[in-house]
């Protein structure tokens, strides 16, 4: 993909804007492979502001959106055995993660990327405690329908 520019503009309070927060996400994750970890962190945290700035999206919309894009940017510096700022974009899911219902798949999202870490970090234990959490939430929500 050729990049034109270094920058996204984003306007209105469209799907069109929250789908712009995303792609820079992405983006972020690009950042990444091409071992940019400072870039990558400032477009991961440029997408959680623009989500944020969206007259239409909720604090709850927010909130799950900031959870999802932590739990990409971990595993964005996973991949590369980037194993603190894994750690700390896991850190800072954690509180927002757990303040959701018990059997939110985002939650779930959350026990699976933390299992991950783990794993590749050798904590087997805490991996097999976290991928037995997030099993038992899609098992829920298997049930659920």
């Known amino acids: 993909m050729k990049q034109i520019g270094q920058h996204a503009v984003v306007i209105g309070a469209s799907m069109g804007g929250l789908l712009a927060a995303r792609a820079l996400a992405d983006y972020g994750q690009m950042r990444l492979k091409q071992r940019q970890p400072r870039l990558a962190h400032e477009k991961f945290s440029r997408a959680r ?8 999206a909720s604090e709850e919309m927010s909130r799950l ?43 779930a999202v959350f026990y699976e990327r933390s299992a991950w870490y783990h794993f590749d970090v050798w904590r087997i234990d805490r991996a097999e405690a976290d991928y037995a959490s997030a099993r038992k939430i899609r098992e829920a929500n298997d049930r659920a329908g």
């Open 49 to 56: 502001e623009t989500f944020a700035q969206q007259a239409s």
């Open 65 to 107: 959106f900031v959870l999802e894009t932590l739990c990409a940017e971990a595993d964005a510096h996973r991949a590369y055995s980037n194993w603190e700022p894994a750690w700390q974009c896991l850190q800072q899911a954690r509180p927002l993660a757990l303040a959701l219902d018990d059997e939110h798949p985002l939650r």
